[in-house]
């Protein structure tokens, strides 16, 4: 009983800052481009000239 | 931004790219922007087909425009920069993410509740469960409280009224059990229904804001402003709101025009496709009227403007479009069809049951609670996931099939369809120029030779189409001397001596072109439109789904009768885009369900009224926004493939409804005699939504 005490609100804390963090995605734009974002990582860094017949 | 020496004034704008689709796009137009000079910052947004520039005063949109051009890729400022482009699922993002994160807090709760635990510990569990849920219900339950006392406030009732009653009751009873220290608090039932509806409401809103206005894009194909000749003989840019009546624009080749006129010099070849849907570029000279938004081909003209900004054709197809629109929101969807039997139904059932057991001898309290369960144990959570889980697994199966849902309620709609009015130019045919194969197989290799490289020197749309047969033949290109192309005539050249030329036949009524080379006779090279190559077996396949097809088109009667021929069908020829969408009207005002499948800016309207909608891939922009589906291989079975899908998801969504019925048998009875406690509740609830869910998965097959 005693350890439900501090279990409880250790879970209920994590849980908010779960929820805290995607209230803050959400506000900083984190979901206007989802096609975007999943692209975004195949673009490579290096600004070597590439071939352009894609 | 980096703080920078100087006063240095940033802007931002927004430029539309449509061409862009992968990450290899992405770089190109983001590093392209940021090698020049001025701009500071490019951000691509793909989902929308975007880029957002930082840039200072040394560039303008149109510089953008051209860096944008430099790297291959068409783009188009923003017409209303401000505007962020609007989406359905955002607003639904925040309360789902609450919902859960409460569902699942208060459900660990209840299950130590229901495991056992009493006295003060129960007591202290369900405060903490009323301080996580009464606040995450009254945030997360907003789309639907909205939604009800919309619905309520007209006097009608949807399936959102069922849903805000029984979890507003639910929350109130829980919290009066909370207060004093009873057994049975129902918050997880409550925020679990909420988690499970919302995350059906956001499926959907993912569908829908895949269809977004055809409006936007329809407008941002009229040129942004012309160069107009002043009376001075300067020219001097003004921009397409700015133009007036009576203006002289010089239009230069490869420009599209920002207004309607009257051509007062010159004579040049329109791209007319935009506004008419065919493929075939029209000639003019002096006195000939051009549209806004066709593009000039040959030559440069001078245009005298007649009609500008909303007076344009352009203008007034576009208004035709929102009108269609309009209209076609006013369709109820089942799941609404269904809420106004259902509502009324367990209201009157909770009601029934109160008194019921006032009159048996219980007292108030107990009779309340009892009716409170059976309103939750009836909320329509299965109900709620019945069509948009259908939909969503549906559309998924035809996406692998090359076909794009691009509205959930399309389904409903296209399942009942029965009749079907085809486009022809782009849509029955490939909407792309092929000479004849016997024409061109009958050329010697010398006369193929100088074919070849008269028609690899112009750019015109039936030399490239002769330019590629050739190629496509392993043809050499003979070599020639004094090559020069006269708009609206031809390509002349000497070979060997020999005049040569590939031009425009005389009074020819088919499309063809003629090839002299001075020696032997001269050859005429018919050039159509092929049909698609399985148009007739979808045909077919459309008509034993008892649905009785048509061509309408805006080409000319001859076109169409030999297309019609082919597809053996009835056709009606020259229609204008107002009357396509008249006729789509007069159809449907006969109780007709009319099926549009169109491709053109001139089939926008018709698209727009017509019950439902298909466009091929290749079609105007206009033509994409304004269709339901837009399927992307070359063959029609698309069409009777879309068909048969959506009947099937129908097919589908009825049986969740029969199966949320079935469970409404099992469950009310308990309900009303009392029995339902809130774990039996949570179980029903997700076991009646799994079963929906599970059922609905069954159509991952369906576009087969």
Redesign the interface.
Known sequence: ?NG?LFL?PI??LL??L??AA??WA?RNNQ??????AA??????DE?EPKD?D? | MNAQPGIVEERTCVLAVPGMHCAGCMSKVERGLLQHDGVIAARVNLSSRMVTVTHDDSVGEDDLTRFIGAVGFEAQPRRNQAQKPYSAVKPLLAPLAVAAFAAMNVMLLSVSVWSGAEGSTRELFHWISALIALPAIGFAGQPFFRSAWGALKHGTTNMDVPISLGVIIAAALSLYETWVGGAHAWFDGALMLLTFLLAGRVLDAMMRDKARSGVEALVSQAARGAQVLGPDGKLSYVAAEDLQPGMVMRVATGERLAADGEIVSGRSAFDQSLLTGESHPVALGKGDEALAGTLNLEAPVDVRVSNAGRDTTLAEIARLMEASTQDRSRYVRIADRAARLYAPAVHSLAFLTVVGWLIAGATVYEALVIGVAVLIITCPCALGLAVPVAQVVASGALMRAGIMVKDGSAFERIASVDRALLDKTGTLTMGRPVPDAIALAALSAEEAGIALALASHSRHPLSRAMERALSAKGVAAASLADVQERPGEGVFGTFAGRAVALKRPEGSATTAVLLQTGEGPDRLIPITDALRPDAREAIAALEAQGIECSILSGDSEKAVAEVARQADLPAKAGVRPEEKQAMVAQLRGSGRKVLMVGDGLNDGPALAAADASIAPGSASDVGLQAADFVFVQDSLSALPRTVRAARKTMQVVKQNFGLAIVYNMFAVPLAIAGLVTPLIAAIAMSASSLLVVANSLRLARAAR
């Open positions: 009983m439900v409880l879970a209920l849980g908010a779960g929820l995607f209230f959400l979901f206007d481009d989802p096609d975007g692209a975004r990582i195949l673009i490579d600004d352009e894609a």
